[in-house]
Protein backbone atom coordinates (compact mmCIF):
# COMPACT_ATOMS: atom_id res chain seq x y z
CA UNK A 1 0.00 0.00 0.00
CA UNK A 2 1.33 3.48 -0.92
CA UNK A 3 1.95 5.82 1.65
CA UNK A 4 1.06 9.30 0.14
CA UNK A 5 2.44 11.68 2.31
CA UNK A 6 5.92 9.81 1.36
CA UNK A 7 5.37 9.71 -1.69
CA UNK A 8 4.57 13.16 -2.41
CA UNK A 9 7.97 14.11 -0.31
CA UNK A 10 9.45 12.21 -2.57
CA UNK A 11 8.12 14.19 -5.60
CA UNK A 12 9.13 17.32 -3.40
CA UNK A 13 12.45 15.69 -2.87
CA UNK A 14 12.34 15.21 -7.27
CA UNK A 15 10.92 18.37 -7.83
CA UNK A 16 13.35 20.61 -6.10
CA UNK A 17 16.15 18.43 -8.00
CA UNK A 18 14.49 19.05 -10.92
CA UNK A 19 14.35 22.66 -11.20
CA UNK A 20 18.08 23.20 -9.35
CA UNK A 21 19.07 21.11 -12.36
CA UNK A 22 17.56 23.63 -14.93
CA UNK A 23 18.66 26.74 -13.03
CA UNK A 24 22.42 25.05 -13.07
CA UNK A 25 22.03 25.07 -16.85
CA UNK A 26 22.56 29.18 -16.69
CA UNK A 27 25.27 31.65 -16.16
CA UNK A 28 25.67 31.74 -12.33
CA UNK A 29 23.99 35.19 -12.11
CA UNK A 30 20.75 34.05 -13.01
CA UNK A 31 20.22 33.41 -9.32
CA UNK A 32 20.99 37.33 -8.54
CA UNK A 33 19.18 38.72 -11.51
CA UNK A 34 16.66 40.91 -10.28
CA UNK A 35 12.88 40.47 -11.19
CA UNK A 36 9.11 42.18 -10.38
CA UNK A 37 7.80 39.00 -9.04
CA UNK A 38 7.03 37.30 -5.93
CA UNK A 39 10.31 37.71 -4.77
CA UNK A 40 13.25 39.80 -6.04
CA UNK A 41 15.47 36.87 -7.14
CA UNK A 42 15.10 33.28 -8.23
CA UNK A 43 18.34 33.06 -4.91
CA UNK A 44 15.89 34.61 -2.54
CA UNK A 45 12.48 32.14 -4.07
CA UNK A 46 14.81 29.24 -3.39
CA UNK A 47 15.98 30.59 0.68
CA UNK A 48 12.06 30.84 1.46
CA UNK A 49 11.74 27.00 0.08
CA UNK A 50 14.48 25.68 2.16
CA UNK A 51 13.50 27.85 5.16
CA UNK A 52 10.01 27.38 5.30
CA UNK A 53 10.82 22.84 5.17
CA UNK A 54 13.54 23.84 7.80
CA UNK A 55 11.12 25.51 9.74
CA UNK A 56 8.33 22.59 9.28
CA UNK A 57 11.10 19.62 10.08
CA UNK A 58 11.97 21.15 13.16
CA UNK A 59 8.28 21.16 14.08
CA UNK A 60 7.92 17.44 12.96
CA UNK A 61 10.51 16.43 15.34
CA UNK A 62 9.57 17.89 17.87
CA UNK A 63 10.10 21.78 18.29
CA UNK A 64 7.18 24.04 18.82
CA UNK A 65 6.56 26.30 16.16
CA UNK A 66 6.93 29.53 17.43
CA UNK A 67 10.51 28.58 18.38
CA UNK A 68 11.07 26.91 14.71
CA UNK A 69 10.23 29.72 13.41
CA UNK A 70 12.55 32.04 15.60
CA UNK A 71 15.17 29.70 14.98
CA UNK A 72 14.67 29.43 10.72
CA UNK A 73 14.18 33.76 10.40
CA UNK A 74 17.90 33.65 10.34
CA UNK A 75 17.97 32.01 7.41
CA UNK A 76 15.92 34.36 4.97
CA UNK A 77 18.65 36.93 5.33
CA UNK A 78 21.29 33.68 4.53
CA UNK A 79 20.64 34.06 0.46
CA UNK A 80 22.38 31.26 -1.30
CA UNK A 81 25.67 32.82 -3.53
CA UNK A 82 25.34 29.80 -5.77
CA UNK A 83 23.01 26.90 -7.01
CA UNK A 84 25.58 23.98 -5.71
CA UNK A 85 25.17 25.63 -2.33
CA UNK A 86 21.31 25.25 -2.96
CA UNK A 87 21.80 21.70 -4.29
CA UNK A 88 23.87 21.35 -0.86
CA UNK A 89 21.58 22.63 1.41
CA UNK A 90 17.99 20.89 0.06
CA UNK A 91 20.18 17.51 -0.31
CA UNK A 92 21.09 17.75 3.41
CA UNK A 93 17.67 18.67 4.65
CA UNK A 94 16.13 15.92 2.28
CA UNK A 95 18.06 13.43 4.10
CA UNK A 96 16.89 14.62 7.24
CA UNK A 97 13.01 14.41 6.02
CA UNK A 98 13.80 10.78 4.66
CA UNK A 99 15.32 9.40 7.79
CA UNK A 100 12.27 10.86 10.00
CA UNK A 101 9.85 9.37 7.30
CA UNK A 102 11.44 6.04 7.35
CA UNK A 103 11.73 5.86 11.56
CA UNK A 104 7.86 7.38 11.57
CA UNK A 105 5.56 4.79 12.42
CA UNK A 106 2.62 7.16 12.36
CA UNK A 107 2.10 9.86 9.99
CA UNK A 108 -1.71 9.89 11.38
CA UNK A 109 -0.33 10.66 14.95
CA UNK A 110 -1.32 14.23 15.62
CA UNK A 111 0.28 17.03 17.76
CA UNK A 112 -0.75 20.61 18.94
CA UNK A 113 -0.01 22.79 16.72
CA UNK A 114 0.61 26.58 17.98
CA UNK A 115 0.76 28.55 14.75
CA UNK A 116 1.83 32.39 16.26
CA UNK A 117 -0.16 32.93 12.66
CA UNK A 118 -3.62 31.30 13.01
CA UNK A 119 -3.56 29.76 16.76
CA UNK A 120 -3.41 26.30 17.80
CA UNK A 121 -4.94 23.29 16.57
CA UNK A 122 -4.67 19.41 16.44
CA UNK A 123 -2.46 18.95 13.18
CA UNK A 124 -1.80 15.40 11.66
CA UNK A 125 1.42 14.65 11.22
CA UNK A 126 0.60 13.88 7.03
CA UNK A 127 -0.77 17.33 6.91
CA UNK A 128 2.44 19.49 7.66
CA UNK A 129 4.19 17.11 5.06
CA UNK A 130 1.73 17.56 2.44
CA UNK A 131 1.92 21.08 3.58
CA UNK A 132 5.40 20.94 2.55
CA UNK A 133 5.13 19.47 -0.50
CA UNK A 134 2.42 22.09 -1.84
CA UNK A 135 4.08 24.81 -0.55
CA UNK A 136 7.13 23.92 -2.51
CA UNK A 137 5.37 23.42 -5.58
CA UNK A 138 3.62 26.94 -5.28
CA UNK A 139 6.78 28.47 -4.88
CA UNK A 140 8.71 26.53 -7.84
CA UNK A 141 5.99 27.94 -9.96
CA UNK A 142 6.91 31.00 -8.90
CA UNK A 143 10.84 30.41 -9.84
CA UNK A 144 9.25 29.00 -13.37
CA UNK A 145 7.68 32.63 -13.89
CA UNK A 146 10.77 34.66 -13.02
CA UNK A 147 13.07 32.21 -15.07
CA UNK A 148 10.37 33.06 -17.74
CA UNK A 149 10.87 36.77 -17.07
CA UNK A 150 14.44 36.61 -17.18
CA UNK A 151 14.23 35.03 -20.79
CA UNK A 152 14.87 31.66 -20.24
CA UNK A 153 12.79 28.84 -20.61
CA UNK A 154 11.70 26.67 -17.24
CA UNK A 155 11.27 22.95 -16.82
CA UNK A 156 8.56 20.31 -16.30
CA UNK A 157 8.56 19.73 -12.52
CA UNK A 158 4.32 18.40 -12.20
CA UNK A 159 3.95 15.63 -10.36
CA UNK A 160 2.69 13.32 -12.92
CA UNK A 161 5.98 13.64 -14.42
CA UNK A 162 7.16 12.05 -11.49
CA UNK A 163 5.01 9.05 -11.82
CA UNK A 164 7.47 8.42 -14.97
CA UNK A 165 10.82 9.12 -13.39
CA UNK A 166 13.41 6.46 -12.04
CA UNK A 167 12.76 7.14 -8.00
CA UNK A 168 15.19 9.36 -6.60
CA UNK A 169 15.92 7.47 -3.22
CA UNK A 170 13.92 4.81 -1.54
CA UNK A 171 12.35 5.42 1.60
Known amino acids: MTNHPVEMYKYHTWANQTILGRIKQFPPSVLSQEVNSSFPTIAHALNHI ?56 DLEQTILLDNPYAGIRQTRLSEIVLHVVNHGTYHRGNISTMLRQLGHASTMNDYALFWYQEPVKSI
Open 50 to 105: YAVDKMWYLVLTGTGMPEALQMCMSLNESIPASVNECVKSFDELAGHFEKWLENQA
